[in-house]
């Protein structure tokens, strides 16, 4: 199970920190990743932590939000600084493993609202 929390209302060029946290152990879990999605449109990949820290952005975030995991609190991180109004969206947590047991598993997601 994954709870994300964090979210709210900020200005334009304020930041957040969203927190993803897993109720179970991350360790063996190949990618966590942050999406988010707007009303009426596709979910979209935002960030990627893989298992070995390797991390990967979509361009419209990329030197904005950075991504993070530590794996002794079984949390996932998404700072996101000078954000812009396009960045309004829910925002959702991933687990995914791809080894035996296989799973992909999502959170409930939580509202990121950016003012102009």
């Known amino acids: 199970q994954l709870v994300e929390s964090g979210g709210g209302l900020v200005q334009a060029g304020g930041s957040l920190r969203l927190t993803c946290a897993a109720s179970g152990s991350i360790l063996s879990i190949d990618a966590l990743g942050w999406y988010r999605q707007e009303p009426g449109k596709e979910r979209e990949l935002v960030a990627q932590?893989?298992?070995?820290?390797?991390?990967n952005y979509a361009d419209s975030v990329k030197g904005r939000f950075t991504i993070s995991r530590d794996n002794a609190r079984n949390t996932v991180y998404l700072q996101m600084n000078n954000l812009k109004p396009e960045d309004t969206a829910a925002y959702y947590c991933?687990?995914?493993?791809?080894?035996?047991?296989?799973?992909?598993?999502w959170g409930r997601g939580t509202q990121v609202t950016v003012s102009s």
């Open positions: 991933n687990a995914n493993r791809r080894r035996f047991p296989a799973f992909d598993s």
């Open positions: 932590v893989t298992i070995s820290g390797s991390t």
